[in-house]
């Protein structure tokens, strides 16, 4: 699950390197170089302590973190929050590998549009189900939903 705040569970004092091989003591050092790397964590940046990254560069270790032992559902709140459009591009690319099943809520446009395939809209009225993505729920409606950008 990662929240809007899902950067909460970092502890500030640990390296990036560090604070993945303490979640996953037993992958080594080489796979978790890599991951951090795929997520724009190269050379000297995983030497970063974790209480100085920007907001995106806490968002892409934790998703780094969610992504290397995926699990087959993945619930996301708000996935975007915080980062810039280099890291949503790269968000984008690295959920669209993803094989299980994802859950998401986001009021980004773009990010709706590049990974949906199916639309849960919540009314007073009850849950209504669109098939297809995104696109395919505002050309169906007619409108787009609510508080969203691009």
């Avoid at 859950?103 to 009850?126: C, K």
């Avoid at 849950?127 to 696109?135: D, E, K």
Wanted: net charge negative; glycine share 10%; proline share 5%.
């Amino acid at each position: 699950y990662f929240a809007q705040h899902a950067m909460d569970v970092l502890d500030g004092d640990s390296t990036v390197l560090q604070w993945l091989e303490e979640s996953f003591p037993k992958a080594g050092q080489s796979p978790l170089r890599a991951l951090a790397g795929c997520f724009g964590f190269s050379g000297d940046d995983v030497e970063k302590r974790c209480r100085v990254l920007s907001g995106g560069e806490k968002a892409r270790l934790v998703m780094a973190a969610m992504l290397f032992d995926p699990p087959n559902l993945l619930v996301l709140d708000e996935p975007t929050n915080h980062l810039d459009l280099d890291t949503k591009e790269m968000l984008i690319k690295a959920l669209s590998a993803y094989e299980g099943t994802m859950l998401f809520v986001s009021h980004d446009r773009h990010f709706l549009g590049a990974l949906s395939n199916r639309v849960l809209e919540l009314t007073p009225e009850g849950v209504h189900q669109y098939g297809g993505g995104y696109l395919e729920y505002v050309e169906r409606t007619g409108q787009e939903a609510p508080g969203l950008h691009s």
